[in-house]
């Protein structure tokens, strides 16, 4: 199984991080880890960095965490791309000879259909959606200054990348199984 995310932090992670430290700033000091966590791991990924410093499993179309609302603590968010539910994945009567398409795939990332194929085919895309509250314990402090942030950054990553992965590997080897041909 391919990994859920690569991490890819470089100087030039150090260097965005600096460019965008105005993100960071309302969550330096704060005496909850969640807030600069949550910042460092919007600024590692699209859009903000295109590519980005995480590199994700080609099933993973989004992937966010966010300070819970009911009680501040870590919750993740992550939208997965899914083969289509058993009751409709066979038998195939209901295609009614449309062509119907599942998920289009480029350099083995799942992606929309482009405007042109869905003028050609129907395309019926099946998303699993992932809430779920995440342990934040390992999480480092929140930084007190500007220069101790991209060491904070840095394992602030390690330990989202950890529970992501933790959280997701399951459900994504299993996917991966139900679509591998044979």
Same mark, same amino acid.
């Given at each position: 199984?391919?990994?859920?995310? %690569?991490?890819?932090?470089?100087?030039?992670?150090?260097?965005?991080?600096?460019?965008? +430290?105005?993100?960071?700033?309302?969550?330096?000091?704060?005496?909850?880890?969640?807030?600069?966590?949550?910042?460092?791991?919007?600024?590692?990924?699209?859009?903000?960095?295109?590519?980005?410093?995480? +590199?994700? +499993?080609?099933?993973?179309?989004?992937?966010?965490?966010?300070?819970?609302?009911?009680?501040?603590?870590?919750?993740?968010?992550?939208?997965?791309?899914?083969?289509?539910?058993?009751?409709?994945?066979?038998?195939?009567?209901?295609?009614?000879?449309?062509?119907?398409?599942?998920?289009?795939?480029?350099?083995?990332?799942?992606?929309?259909?482009?405007?042109?194929?869905?003028?050609?085919?129907? +395309?019926?895309?099946?998303?699993?959606?992932?809430?779920?509250?995440?342990?934040?314990?390992?999480?480092?402090?929140?930084?007190?200054?500007?220069?101790?942030?991209?060491?904070?950054?840095?394992?602030?990553?390690?330990?989202?990348?950890?529970?992501?992965?933790?959280?997701?590997?399951?459900?994504?080897?299993?996917?991966?199984? %139900?679509?591998?041909p044979g």
């Amino acid at each position: 199984m391919r990994p859920v995310w %690569a991490e890819r932090l470089d100087e030039g992670f150090d260097q965005h991080l600096r460019t965008h +430290h105005e993100s960071l700033a309302t969550t330096l000091g704060d005496i909850s880890p969640v807030a600069f966590a949550c910042a460092v791991w919007r600024l590692a990924g699209p859009p903000t960095a295109d590519p980005g410093y995480l +590199h994700r +499993h080609p099933r993973v179309l989004t992937a966010v965490f966010t300070p819970s609302a009911w009680d501040g603590t870590l919750t993740a968010s992550a939208t997965l791309a899914a083969p289509w539910p058993a009751a409709i994945a066979w038998p195939r009567d209901w295609v009614a000879d449309r062509g119907w398409r599942d998920w289009p795939s480029l350099f083995g990332q799942y992606v929309d259909p482009t405007a042109r194929d869905i003028a050609a085919v129907p +395309h019926l895309r099946s998303t699993l959606l992932v809430e779920a509250p995440v342990p934040f314990t390992d999480l480092p402090p929140a930084p007190e200054s500007a220069a101790a942030v991209p060491e904070a950054a840095r394992l602030a990553l390690a330990v989202l990348v950890r529970e992501a992965s933790a959280l997701l590997t399951p459900i994504l080897t299993r996917l991966d199984a %139900a679509t591998r041909p044979g």
